[in-house]
């Protein structure tokens, strides 16, 4: 279902999450994965009432949970908890009164053992009208789960889709979610309510079908087109700022980026305690202005089991990651799982080739842990020596200030260029790329000792003396 319709509904409306702990899973896993989930679901403007729980092997291919649970679900939901057959009922008074003795005596046992969960929470009395599952589903589970629990049906990672379709807020993050949301609903077309007509017999209503699908095949190359012309300007002002020194923040999704954003550049970018907060990269020079001038961008969150579309979706957003001269590696140090966020960190960077990039750990939110905790930190790390601090901490945000322009200082040299007079109205170019240390005047033009990255200094040369 699109935003917009969930957008027209009651602000707050009741939700049930479905995890299955698969082999390899342990407790610990599995808690902060619903604890994430719940977040996700939270943020949709949804309350979690309850949860559902169950050990397998694998996700049931029916409905995802076996029988006993999928009844658990449903006394949550208010459905009947079975997977109706294709084929309509036969309704007879002998029929239901044999359903009703056999329903009486039937056990969940089986499933009861194979469970090991917490079962389900509180929200008595108040039913749930979304299902929300911690997995990625097929079509026809999440069909056969509304058939069961007369309730909408989401997974992962239709949750996170339709976070970032609703925070979306340039042209540019609109296509690029819209792409990712249509490549979403397309396959499940078929399963859903509105097009159960549409799938029996032959002719008009598979005509139907294949017309819808090739709407949006065609909706899609049309949104790819306009934001290849929106990337390929970005791709240009990029490619301007090559000489410049640029600083890119990334991390886990509500790490605090935005807000070491606002504390390094001054700049009033958007900072909620929500994930997905930022889904467009933002650039501002670092404040107080430097001498060539410091960018500072900052990029979309990442989440664990981010979908594979919205990281090709994003991937030009990225590149700010991929052609930054040092990234910032934000982590909440306060979240008990930090060290799983980071490794999804590491794991998309990887993704699109940004894992060799110069690099910081930043140990943010220090101001909600204790001592013991910052010394433990600092040990954990001690390889990587990271920098503990808090984004609402002014000196900790000049330190790192001063840690910044340190790493680019090293990286500085020192040559002499000669400007001709005929040039002089170029002289803003060198401000813009280097520092200038010395200068003198001679017949021929301004002799200019400057400090600046190599690359930039070179360009500098060719326009000068090319």
Same mark, same amino acid.
């Given at each position: 279902?699109?935003?917009?319709?969930?957008?027209? $509904?009651?602000? =707050?409306? @009741?939700?049930?999450?479905? !995890? /299955?702990?698969?082999? %390899?899973?342990?407790? *610990?896993?599995?808690?902060?994965?619903?604890?994430?989930?719940?977040?996700?679901?939270?943020?949709?403007?949804?309350?979690?009432?309850?949860?559902? $729980?169950?050990? =397998?092997? @694998?996700?049931?291919?029916? !409905? /995802?949970?076996?029988? %006993?649970?999928?009844? *658990?679900?449903?006394?949550?939901?208010?459905?009947?908890?079975?997977?109706?057959?294709?084929?309509?009922?036969?309704?007879?008074?002998?029929?239901?009164?044999?359903?009703?003795? @056999?329903?009486?005596?039937?056990?969940?046992?089986?499933?009861?053992?194979?469970?090991?969960?917490?079962?389900?929470?509180?929200?008595?009395?108040?039913?749930?009208?979304?299902?929300?599952?911690?997995?990625?589903?097929?079509?026809?589970?999440?069909?056969?789960?509304?058939?069961?629990?007369?309730?909408?049906?989401?997974?992962?990672?239709?949750?996170?889709?339709?976070?970032?379709?609703?925070?979306?807020?340039?042209?540019?993050?609109?296509?690029?979610?819209?792409?990712?949301?249509?490549?979403?609903?397309?396959?499940?077309?078929?399963?859903?309510?509105?097009?159960?007509?549409?799938?029996?017999?032959?002719?008009?209503?598979?005509?139907?079908?294949?017309?819808?699908?090739?709407?949006?095949?065609?909706?899609?190359?049309?949104?790819?087109?306009?934001?290849?012309?929106?990337?390929?300007?970005?791709?240009?002002?990029?490619?301007?700022?090559?000489?410049?020194?640029?600083?890119?923040?990334?991390?886990?999704?509500?790490?605090?980026?935005?807000?070491?954003?606002?504390?390094?550049?001054?700049?009033?970018?958007?900072?909620?305690?929500?994930?997905?907060?930022?889904?467009?990269?933002?650039?501002?020079?670092?404040?107080?202005?430097?001498?060539?001038?410091?960018?500072?961008?900052?990029?979309?969150?990442?989440?664990?089991?981010?979908?594979?579309?919205?990281?090709?979706?994003?991937?030009?957003?990225?590149?700010?990651?991929?052609?930054?001269?040092?990234?910032?590696?934000?982590?909440?140090?306060?979240?008990?799982?930090?060290?799983?966020?980071?490794?999804?960190?590491?794991?998309?960077?990887?993704?699109?080739?940004?894992?060799?990039?110069?690099?910081?750990?930043?140990?943010?939110?220090?101001?909600?842990?204790?001592?013991?905790?910052?010394?433990?930190?600092?040990?954990?790390?001690?390889?990587?020596?990271?920098?503990?601090?808090?984004?609402?901490?002014?000196?900790?945000?000049?330190?790192?200030?001063?840690?910044?322009?340190?790493?680019?200082?090293?990286?500085?040299?020192?040559?002499?260029?000669?400007?001709?007079?005929?040039?002089?109205?170029?002289?803003?170019?060198?401000?813009?790329?280097?520092?200038?240390?010395?200068?003198?005047?001679?017949?021929?033009?301004?002799?200019?000792?400057?400090?600046?990255?190599?690359?930039?200094?070179?360009?500098?040369?060719?326009?000068?003396?090319?």
């Amino acid at each position: 279902m699109s935003s917009s319709t969930r957008d027209a $509904r009651e602000p =707050r409306q @009741a939700a049930v999450l479905v !995890a /299955v702990q698969l082999p %390899g899973t342990s407790d *610990e896993d599995q808690q902060a994965d619903l604890a994430e989930l719940r977040r996700l679901v939270e943020t949709l403007g949804f309350d979690v009432i309850g949860t559902v $729980r169950q050990r =397998r092997d @694998a996700l049931a291919a029916a !409905a /995802v949970l076996g029988e %006993g649970k999928l009844k *658990e679900l449903a006394e949550l939901t208010g459905g009947s908890g079975l997977v109706p057959t294709g084929a309509p009922e036969v309704k007879t008074k002998a029929r239901a009164k044999w359903a009703a003795e @056999a329903g009486a005596g039937k056990s969940d046992g089986e499933d009861a053992d194979e469970d090991g969960s917490d079962g389900s929470e509180g929200g008595a009395g108040r039913k749930a009208t979304v299902v929300v599952v911690d997995h990625e589903i097929s079509p026809s589970q999440a069909r056969n789960l509304e058939r069961a629990t007369g309730a909408e049906v989401l997974d992962r990672t239709g949750v996170i889709v339709d976070i970032f379709h609703r925070h979306a807020r340039s042209r540019e993050a609109r296509l690029q979610v819209e792409i990712a949301r249509l490549n979403y609903v397309a396959p499940r077309m078929r399963e859903s309510s509105g097009g159960k007509e549409r799938q029996h017999g032959k002719g008009s209503g598979e005509a139907a079908i294949e017309l819808d699908r090739r709407k949006i095949r065609d909706r899609i190359a049309e949104l790819r087109e306009q934001l290849a012309a929106i990337q390929k300007e970005q791709d240009n002002r990029r490619s301007a700022r090559n000489d410049q020194l640029r600083v890119a923040l990334v991390g886990y999704t509500n790490a605090g980026k935005s807000s070491l954003m606002r504390a390094l550049t001054g700049s009033q970018v958007l900072v909620e305690d929500k994930l997905f907060a930022t889904l467009d990269t933002t650039v501002r020079a670092l404040q107080p202005e430097t001498k060539p001038r410091i960018l500072v961008s900052d990029t979309v969150g990442f989440i664990k089991k981010l979908p594979h579309d919205l990281v090709a979706s994003f991937r030009s957003t990225l590149a700010e990651a991929l052609e930054a001269s040092l990234l910032l590696y934000v982590v909440d140090a306060s979240d008990p799982t930090h060290e799983a966020q980071l490794q999804v960190t590491h794991d998309v960077l990887r993704e699109i080739g940004a894992q060799g990039v110069p690099n910081m750990l930043l140990l943010n939110k220090a101001d909600r842990i204790d001592d013991e905790a910052r010394k433990a930190l600092l040990r954990k790390y001690r390889d990587e020596n990271p920098i503990v601090l808090s984004a609402h901490d002014p000196s900790d945000v000049t330190k790192l200030r001063q840690t910044i322009l340190a790493f680019f200082e090293e990286r500085m040299v020192e040559e002499e260029l000669l400007v001709p007079y005929s040039r002089q109205g170029l002289l803003g170019e060198v401000h813009e790329n280097a520092r200038i240390v010395a200068e003198s005047y001679e017949e021929s033009g301004a002799r200019l000792r400057v400090r600046g990255l190599p690359a930039a200094i070179a360009r500098l040369r060719r326009v000068f003396e090319g």
